[in-house]
């Protein structure tokens, strides 16, 4: 079955320093995955998402993330992370059928230290 | 930029009370979903509709649940009696192609 893991439930990193939050995915064929933020209180933000061709895809609020076939993942990075950026990420994949529902990790709690 | 929208931003009912959860969808969009977020736990799928039926729906999505489109702008969903289990962030999103964009949600207490 289709199955998204994020091994991270709660990170903390300083402002200024770099990010990298993990995901792995489980899935037959080619995936298509996403990533998601939802700040306190608020909806789901599409970040950036992967379908195919370059393996290295770029969101929004200057975020990346890089689709790796071998490791079955789909990190996210940013190189330099704002007080802003504080909520909770995450990584979802599409299964493909009539309906082609999202199904999500668990998520992944970031909290910036000033 | 065209956005899903949910009314009412949150909803406080009594257990065995029935409610209803309004979305308007991104305006050329033709497939519906809904999914919910218990407190602390994971976003999951509800149900899926397309061309005025339920194209899929999950386990939790029993007979207390319904959806509909009642017009050429709105998507509902209705729990005719809620339990206290009930209680969660409701998201409804709406897709053209693959990518599902989604509603800032109704939180749901039930008491």
């Known amino acids: 079955a289709q199955s998204v893991t994020q091994p991270d439930i709660h990170i903390t990193v300083s402002e200024g320093a770099s990010l990298e939050l993990r995901c792995n995915y489980s899935y037959g064929a080619t995936p298509y995955l996403f990533w998601y933020v939802q700040s306190p209180g608020q909806g789901l933000q599409l970040l950036l998402k992967?379908?195919?061709?370059?393996?290295l895809v770029q969101g929004i609020k200057g975020f990346e993330a890089e689709f790796k076939r071998s490791q079955s993942s789909f990190n996210l990075r940013k190189p330099s992370v704002h007080w802003s950026d504080a909520a909770e990420y995450f990584c979802a994949v599409l299964k493909h059928s009539s309906a082609s529902k999202i199904i999500f990790g668990s998520g992944t709690r970031l909290s910036i230290r000033p | 930029e065209p956005e899903v929208t949910q009314t009412p931003s949150h909803q406080v009912t009594q257990m065995g009370q029935e409610v209803i959860l309004r979305c308007v969808p991104i305006s050329n969009h033709l497939y519906f979903y809904w999914y919910r977020q218990i407190l602390g736990q994971k976003v999951e799928f509800l149900v899926s509709f397309y061309n005025n039926e339920i194209s899929e729906k999950s386990e939790i999505f029993d007979d207390q649940f319904s959806v509909e489109r009642p017009d050429g702008s709105n998507f509902t969903l209705k729990i005719r009696s809620t339990k206290l289990e009930d209680s969660a962030m409701y998201f409804c999103a709406s897709r053209a192609t693959d990518t599902q964009y989604f509603g800032p949600g109704t939180r749901l207490t039930v008491l």
């Open positions: 992967y379908f195919s061709g370059d393996t």
